[in-house]
């Protein structure tokens, strides 16, 4: 998407996390570890990087693996106002800035996995389900405005799980395990969504966690959540009995 529009893709990959393949489509790459700040800067300056975006995510035990940080992460660290990762990667994004490298926001690279309002299944949602949803859904936007999680999971109008460190799919299967079948995994945006810092997204991974713990529905916020792997999510989804749903 991003070479379409005439940029040229210098990527820095962070280490078990990206994709082996993004070597093969980029024009420069580096492996970099998730606490290598330095590395990370200094691959970017030999390429000339004034602009970037950030794309995907780090597991948040790093930020407790203090023994792994280079000198540049642990003198960040020890500013921020608290270990949120809105709150790390809103440091980062100022770090990167005073270093002459300017964080875009991503979503012109992102528009074709937004998502308009509608039923996306050819499995509809029942009675049940939509009373979930209208049970959860602002109790979901709560929670990612506190900047705890971005996924709430709901059965019979109770919250059984709220997203924390451990991301959505984690969430999901801990909602399995603790209501069982028929849960609904309710995932939304923050309501001042800063597209630099988070982008919530679901996909097919998402969808086979759902269909491990045979849940009834995802419905998620359009608009504001991504949506990966789509026509292979929603065949998956209709194998399994469950509603997709984008909500305004």
């Excluded at 940080?69 to 003198?75: M, Q």
Aim: aromatic share 6%.
């Amino acid at each position: 998407m991003a070479k379409s529009q005439g940029y040229a893709c210098i990527v820095a990959g962070i280490r078990g996390e990206a994709l082996p393949e993004l070597k093969l489509k980029a024009d420069a790459f580096e492996w970099v570890g998730p606490a290598e700040l330095v590395k990370l800067l200094t691959f970017f300056k030999s390429q000339d990087v004034r602009e970037t975006v950030l794309a995907g995510k780090v597991e948040p035990r790093v930020l407790f693996q203090k023994e792994s940080h280079d000198e540049a992460l642990s003198l960040l660290l020890a500013q921020v106002k608290d270990k949120t990762p809105s709150s790390v990667i809103q440091s980062l994004i100022g770090y990167l800035t005073s270093q002459g490298i300017a964080v875009k926001d991503p979503g012109f690279l992102l528009e074709a996995y937004f998502c308009p309002e509608g039923v996306l299944t050819q499995t509809p949602p029942s009675q049940r389900i939509m009373e979930d949803i209208a049970f959860g859904w602002a109790q979901a936007k709560v929670v990612a405005d506190l900047d705890i999680g971005q996924t709430v999971v709901v059965k019979d109008k109770a919250i059984v799980a709220v997203e924390g460190m451990e991301g959505t799919d984690e969430t999901i299967k801990r909602a399995g395990r603790l209501a069982g079948e028929g849960v609904v995994a309710i995932k939304v945006g923050r309501t001042q969504q800063d597209m630099r810092i988070d982008v919530p997204a679901v996909g097919l991974e998402t969808m086979r966690s759902l269909a491990i713990v045979r849940a009834a529905a995802l419905p998620f916020e359009a608009q504001k959540v991504l949506f990966f792997d789509k026509e292979e999510a929603l065949a998956l989804a209709d194998a399994n009995r469950i509603s997709v749903i984008a909500k305004e």
